[in-house]
């Protein structure tokens, strides 16, 4: 079945260093969609990325990844990191985009320390 | 605007006792409803999803059931609770089949079973 691996359980950096957080998936579904959540304390989980078309960079609130279907990866960059982004950040798969079934990844807590 | 409302926030029960946790979305009508359960440490794991009333399909048992009993609202139940059924329940919803991946989701309930 598809699968989705996040190797870092935590990421510590000092702020105004660069982000990078690893995924890759498994899935024999060749138009599978590809997604970050970000999930802060005391807060619900939100979409902070979707997958465009492979090799193709999608950008969102200074968050960036790029879909590489060659090695099954959907890194999550940041040029710079702040305080306000330490949260849990997962990785989640769609097989396609008319199924309904997504699957997470075990998740990456982020922690930015001054 | 859409909003999802899950209750109850927080629950301590009784193994072998029965449960009942609920969600109710407004502001979008007929969407595709999600619960999924994360354990303490644990991944977001997809329990079941209903693209439209009275209709739920399961995608992992857990000995839980699902029902759905009105287009916004969305049950998750058991008649005997295990001790493994603790943990974080969230549900979420989706626009429709065509964005299956990009999630909504609710505050969550907080489930502890002893």
């Known amino acids: 079945g598809d699968s989705v691996t996040q190797k870092e359980g935590l990421v510590t950096l000092t702020e105004g260093l660069p982000v990078m957080l690893n995924c890759t998936y498994q899935t024999i579904y060749s138009n599978a969609f590809l997604f970050w959540y970000v999930h802060y304390l005391n807060e619900s989980p939100r979409l902070l990325l979707k997958s465009s078309t492979d090799n193709k960079r999608t950008e969102h609130q200074g968050f960036h990844a790029t879909l590489h279907k060659s090695s099954s990866s959907f890194h999550l960059q940041k040029s710079s990191a702040q305080l306000s982004d330490s949260a849990l950040y997962y990785c989640?798969?769609?097989?396609?985009?008319?199924?309904?079934?997504?699957?997470f990844g075990t998740g990456t807590r982020l922690q930015v320390l001054p | 605007a859409q909003t999802i409302h899950q209750w109850p926030v927080a629950e301590i029960k009784a193994v072998g006792s029965p449960l009942s946790l609920g969600c109710t979305i407004k502001g979008k009508s007929s969407p595709n409803l999600y619960w999924y359960w994360q354990a303490t440490g644990g991944t977001l794991q997809q329990l079941f999803y209903?693209?439209?009333?009275?209709?739920v399909e399961s995608v992992v048992q857990l000995n839980l059931s699902a029902s759905r009993p009105k287009d916004d609202q969305f049950i998750l139940s058991t008649e005997k609770l295990l001790l493994s059924h603790s943990g974080f329940y969230l549900c979420a919803w989706s626009i429709d089949w065509t964005n299956t991946g990009q999630l909504y989701f609710g505050e969550g309930s907080k489930l502890t079973v002893l």
């Open positions: 209903s693209i439209t009333v009275g209709q």
């Open positions: 989640a798969l769609s097989e396609s985009s008319n199924t309904n079934k997504v699957v």
